[in-house]
Nanobody
């Protein structure tokens, strides 16, 4: 089992920044892909970004250039730096982990955090 503990959500004005953190514990592995998804009210959960075990990174088109995902050297903590936030970024943000290869499909992720609310006011 892997436990994921997210933090860093909150309320911010449009154009502002937030930094989300997700710490993994339990049976962690440096081979894990760690990703961020988000779900807005009435919408499906969507891929935001992922960091592979080799520090490779992947982004959804809607956030590329504004968000940056990174992992610490132990590879058990992942961050999501969110800049130039827009009201449409408002959602619950979830951290997730899967083994090996990158995927933007939420169904392929094995472990999930409890989610952290991000609200961007206009």
């Amino acid at each position: 089992q892997v436990q994921l503990d997210e933090s860093g959500g909150g309320l911010v004005q449009a154009g502002g920044s937030l930094r989300l953190s997700c710490a993994a514990s339990g049976r962690t592995s440096s081979n894990y892909v760690m990703g961020w998804f988000r779900q807005a009210p009435g919408k499906e959960r969507e891929f935001v970004a992922a960091a592979g075990w080799s520090f490779s990174t992947f982004y959804a088109g809607a956030v590329r250039g504004r968000f940056t995902i990174s992992r610490d050297n132990t590879k058990t903590t992942v961050y999501l730096q969110m800049n130039s936030l827009k009201p449409e970024d408002t959602a619950v943000y979830y951290c997730a982990v899967k083994n090996w290869g990158y995927s933007d499909d939420a169904r392929r992720y094995d472990y999930w955090g409890q989610g952290t609310q991000v609200t961007v006011s206009s």
